[in-house]
């Protein structure tokens, strides 16, 4: 089974401050996904990241797959509060696009 | 716009009662998902299909069973509800792609409660 973990679980900060969300495994991922969910809606796609060690940035937000393609971070900076929400990672393995979630970032910002 | 649709937003059920969760997309999608939501243990996978009829067990497959008779329709099954099958269940599609993973497109999930 493949297992994607996630840290920290929960995060609150204040509105400015930059953080850093983690994704890992012990598996080999031919992708990987960002994902934000908000109450009551199902996760909507950030972002997909596909060659070890590249990096997307979306506005404010700046993806990362690892060099093994075994591990994901997402950074934010200059939080606000439009970004709360729940962070998911999602990846699937060679030649399959079973989609495994990771266990979530419950980000709170305030103003 | 991709839609996914789930047959309800909220469910209340008895225990051993057999409960049927539909879902729906209208993207001529290959792939369909089932996931169950629990607070801290983020998205787990029920099941997956890959083609009308196909499926594959996920992570969490035991008291579930899913059919898949047409492309659009991918129908999750509790062949006995027990209250520890009560969750926020969602649904997914996503074109097939063997070299990339594909955007899923989610619905809007089931909340379903076992009494």
């Known amino acids: 089974t493949q297992l994607l973990e996630q840290s920290p679980q929960f995060l609150s900060i204040q509105e400015g401050e930059n953080l850093t969300v983690y994704c890992n495994s012990s598996s080999v991922f031919s992708s990987l996904q960002w994902y934000r969910q908000e109450p009551g809606e199902g996760p909507v796609l950030l972002v997909t990241v596909v060659t070890g060690g590249e990096v997307k940035k979306l506005k404010r937000l700046t993806f990362q797959f690892g060099d093994a393609r075994k591990d994901s971070s997402l950074h934010i900076t200059a939080a606000q509060p439009g970004d709360t929400g729940l962070y998911l990672c999602a990846g699937s393995g060679e030649n399959t696009d079973k989609l495994i979630f990771g266990t979530g970032t419950r980000l709170q910002v305030f103003p | 716009d991709v839609k996914v649709t789930q047959s309800s937003r909220y469910l209340v059920k008895r225990t051993g009662e057999k409960v049927f969760l539909e879902c729906v997309q209208d993207?001529?999608?290959?792939?369909m998902f089932w996931y169950r939501q629990d607070p801290g243990l983020g998205l787990r996978l029920i099941y997956f299909?890959?083609?009308?009829?196909?499926?594959e067990k996920g992570d969490i497959p035991e008291g579930y069973s899913v059919s898949r008779e047409k492309k659009e329709r991918f129908s999750l099954i509790l062949e006995s509800a027990s209250t520890n099958q009560t969750s926020m269940y969602l649904c997914?599609?996503?074109?097939?792609?063997?070299?990339?993973?594909?955007?899923?497109?989610f619905g809007q999930g089931t909340r379903l409660t076992v009494v």
């Open positions: 299909s890959y083609d009308v009829k196909m499926k």
């Open positions: 993207m001529d999608h290959e792939n």
């Open positions: 997914a599609s996503s074109f097939f792609a063997v070299w990339v993973v594909n955007e899923a497109f």
